[in-house]
C-alpha cells in the first residue's frame, strides 16, 4: 500500500470547519483513499474513502487532488466529540486477494476541538 | 446488520500465564477477520488476519497465535505471556470495502 504523511497534531474552534490534510504522492491507479478515526480507547470508526471523485456522507467530505496525490478531510462543523486521531489510509479495494485487504495504520494526524 | 463482538473489555494477566481473546461477528458470512495490537502510545499494529476457516497468516514473530475455528471466530492466544504483551487488542472484519472494529481488549501484563 501507498504510504500517506499526516501533520501530527491539529487544533479546531469548536463549530467550524477541521481540514486535515494528506500525501499520498505514490498512490497507485487502483488505490482508494480512507479515512478513519480513533477516538481515545475506543477502535477505530470508518469516516468516508474515495478513488478519484470528491465524496460526502453525513460525517465528512473528502477532497481528492486532480493528480490524486493528496487529499483533504472536511469536518464542515466539527464539536468536541470530534476530537480523535485521524487516519488516512490507501489501499486496494475490492480485491480478491487475501494480502490486499489489510489495512495499515500510520500515525495519523491528533485533531483537537477546543470549546 | 453486522455487528463484532471482543470480549473482555479489560484484563490484567501476570507474566507466565495464558491467554485467550475472543472475536465473533454476525450478520456476516465468510468476512475477513483481524487482530491489530496498539501498545501505549503507539500506532496500530496488525498481528494476524484471516480469509477463511483455518486459514491464518500472521504479520509479525512475536509470543502471539491466532485460530480461526468457525467462520465468524477468531480467537487471540498466547501461552505464557510478557511484559511487552501488554496493550489494546482490537479485532476487526472487512466485507469488500471498508473495515469494523471492535470495542478492543485492554491488556495489562503483571
Known amino acids: 500500500d501507498a504510504k500517506t504523511t499526516q501533520p501530527t497534531s491539529m487544533d479546531c474552534a469548536e463549530g467550524r470547519a477541521a481540514n486535515l490534510p494528506c500525501n499520498h504522492s505514490?498512490?497507485?491507479?487502483?488505490?482508494?483513499v480512507y479515512w478513519y478515526r480513533q477516538i481515545h480507547s475506543q477502535g477505530p470508526q470508518y469516516i468516508i474513502h474515495?478513488?478519484?471523485n470528491n465524496e460526502t456522507n453525513e460525517m465528512a467530505s473528502l477532497i481528492i487532488t486532480e493528480d490524486r496525490k493528496s487529499s483533504t478531510l472536511i469536518l464542515p462543523h466539527a464539536t468536541l466529540r470530534d476530537t480523535a486521531v485521524y487516519y488516512c489510509?490507501?489501499?486496494?479495494?475490492?480485491?480478491?486477494?487475501?494480502?490486499?485487504?489489510?489495512?495499515?495504520f500510520g500515525k495519523g494526524t491528533l485533531l483537537t476541538v477546543n470549546p | 446488520s453486522q455487528t463484532i463482538h471482543q470480549w473482555p473489555a479489560t484484563l490484567v494477566q501476570p507474566v507466565g500465564s495464558p491467554l485467550s481473546l475472543e472475536c465473533t461477528v454476525e450478520?456476516?458470512?465468510?468476512?475477513?477477520l483481524y487482530w491489530y495490537r496498539q501498545a501505549a502510545g503507539r500506532g496500530l499494529q496488525l498481528l494476524f488476519y484471516?480469509?477463511?476457516?483455518?486459514?491464518i497468516s500472521s504479520e509479525v514473530p512475536q509470543n502471539l497465535s491466532a485460530s480461526r475455528p468457525q467462520d465468524r471466530q477468531f480467537i487471540l492466544s498466547s501461552k505464557k505471556l510478557l511484559l511487552s504483551d501488554s496493550g489494546f487488542y482490537l479485532c476487526?472484519?472487512?466485507?469488500?470495502?471498508?473495515?469494523?472494529f471492535g470495542s478492543g481488549t485492554r491488556l495489562t501484563v503483571v
Open positions: 476487526a472484519w472487512s466485507g469488500h470495502s471498508s473495515y469494523t
Open positions: 505514490t498512490i497507485s491507479g487502483n488505490e482508494y
Open positions: 474515495g478513488l478519484k
Open positions: 489510509i490507501v489501499r486496494v479495494a475490492n480485491s480478491q486477494e487475501g494480502s490486499n485487504y489489510k489495512l495499515t
Open positions: 450478520g456476516t458470512s465468510n468476512p475477513n
Open positions: 484471516s480469509v477463511g476457516i483455518g486459514q
